[in-house]
């Protein structure tokens, strides 16, 4: 499986929707914040489980109003 860069800002888009992707430093900032000390590759895997984690939610939540 083919991972995508994570240390920029970029958007996910589902249907007409998009979702503000963080820099991995800010991730693992963030973890830290509340205890979770991760390695980059680490936080790199929870935040891409956590943005395919939203793409369900909306999709399931959401299909009724999405294209």
């Given at each position: 499986?083919?991972?995508r860069n994570l240390n920029k800002r970029?958007?996910?888009?589902?249907?007409?929707?998009e979702i503000e992707k963080i820099p991995?430093?800010?991730a693992m900032k963030l973890l830290?914040?509340?205890g979770i000390?991760?390695?980059q590759e680490e936080?790199?895997?929870i935040m891409e489980f956590l943005y395919n984690y939203t793409k369900?939610?909306?999709?399931e939540c959401f299909r009724d109003y999405m294209d």
């Open positions: 499986m083919k991972r970029e958007n996910l888009t589902f249907s007409n929707m991995i430093e800010e830290k914040e509340v000390d991760v390695l936080a790199e895997l369900i939610v909306i999709n």
